[in-house]
């Protein structure tokens, strides 16, 4: 089993920056691919974010240019670079591990809040 735990979000400006991680209690093997999704109150989850192995990062276009992710194998902890905020990113931004035969992971979610 494999607990992923995010932290790093919180209330920034509009324009500021946040970076949320990912800490997976084990190494994962087997992954096909990681991401983040948001949430907000009566909306559908919506992807923002993923890698998978061989490939190059995708991104939502809505995020497109100001998120960034990454990922460090060595600490077990995928990552969410966030730039140029905007009051319409506000949500909770959720940890998602897919492993191959469909295992789904996600994390407990993270509040981010982007207002003046």
């Known amino acids: 089993q494999v607990q992923l735990v995010e932290s790093g979000g919180g209330l920034v400006q509009p324009g500021g920056s946040l970076r949320l991680s990912c800490a997976a209690s084990?190494?994962?093997?087997?992954?096909?691919?990681m991401g983040w999704y948001r949430q907000t109150p009566g909306k559908q989850r919506e992807f923002v974010a993923s890698i998978t192995d061989g490939t190059g990062p995708n991104y939502a276009d809505s995020v497109k240019g100001r998120f960034t992710i990454s990922r460090d194998n060595a600490k077990n902890t995928m990552y969410l670079q966030m730039n140029s905020l905007k009051p319409e990113d506000t949500a909770v931004y959720y940890c998602?591990?897919?492993?191959?035969?469909?295992?789904?992971?996600w994390g407990q979610g993270t509040q981010v809040t982007v207002s003046s």
């Open positions: 998602n591990v897919v492993l191959m035969g469909a295992s789904n992971y």
């Open positions: 084990r190494t994962i093997f087997s992954i096909y691919a």
